[in-house]
């Protein structure tokens, strides 16, 4: 299987660490985002969105979108298990993963998007909202205080082991880190605990 990929970006990284966690051998295919590679139309062929990543299978299809890819590898190789095994630890491990995507993922993306890094590497590409970078910067730190509580409670963010929802959590909070000025507070000392736990496993250097 090819996984076309971005070293740098977090949303390949997700699947690769899931990957990882697996033991999955993927062949790694960079894109060149720099280049507009994404956006070319062999590429629109393979993510109809045009990102990254997206898996080429052995039959030779494509899967884009990560959680999906991570779907189909779970299914190819149920085990270690990430996605749940009872009914109830799928449906809460598919309740974190999308509240990591849609409460910590997405305020950090508009973060991201009207920040000073993106207005520096890609010039005019969005038109840039202060006001929406400082709500959402603000949504962040409110969401972090948020899962340090939840943190006092669990081991993981989905329960007592580890999951595709800590996948989706510790990219989010890496990249928010190193590309948006978002490092949660040094206060926040379950969330530390949590991201010192996910970050010496070996997969997380995937
Ligand atoms: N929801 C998608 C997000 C994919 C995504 O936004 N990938 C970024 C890199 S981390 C990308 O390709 N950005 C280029 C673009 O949006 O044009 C997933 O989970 O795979």
């Not at 971005?6 to 985002?33: C, G, H, S």
């Not at 508009?110 to 005019?124: D, I, L, Q, R």
């Not at 340090?148 to 929802?165: H, N």
Request: charged share 25%.
């Amino acid at each position: 299987m090819i996984l076309y990929d971005v070293t740098a970006a977090p949303n390949p990284r997700r699947v690769r660490i899931f990957a990882a966690e697996k033991n999955i051998t993927l062949e790694y295919r960079q894109v060149d985002m720099t280049r507009g590679e994404h956006k070319s139309p062999d590429f629109l062929a393979r993510h109809p969105s045009g990102k990254v990543p997206a898996l080429q299978t052995d039959d030779g299809q494509y899967i884009g979108e990560s959680v999906a890819i991570c779907r189909y590898l779970e299914a190819l190789h149920p085990e270690p298990n990430l996605f749940g095994r009872t009914p109830m630890e799928q449906a809460t491990v598919e309740m974190y993963n999308r509240i990591m995507e849609f409460e910590l993922w997405s305020p950090i993306g508009t973060s991201w998007v009207n920040g000073p890094v993106v207005a520096k590497m890609a010039p005019g590409r969005f038109k840039q909202i202060p006001e929406a970078k400082a709500a959402s910067d603000a949504a962040t730190h409110r969401f972090y205080d948020r899962l340090d509580k939840q943190l006092t409670e669990r081991s993981f963010i989905a329960g007592e082991r580890f999951t595709v929802a800590d996948i989706t959590a510790l990219t989010a909070v890496d990249f928010a880190t190193s590309m948006v000025d978002l490092r949660p507070g040094e206060g926040l000392e379950n969330l530390w605990r949590w991201h010192a736990d996910v970050s010496a496993r070996p997969s997380a250097a995937a």
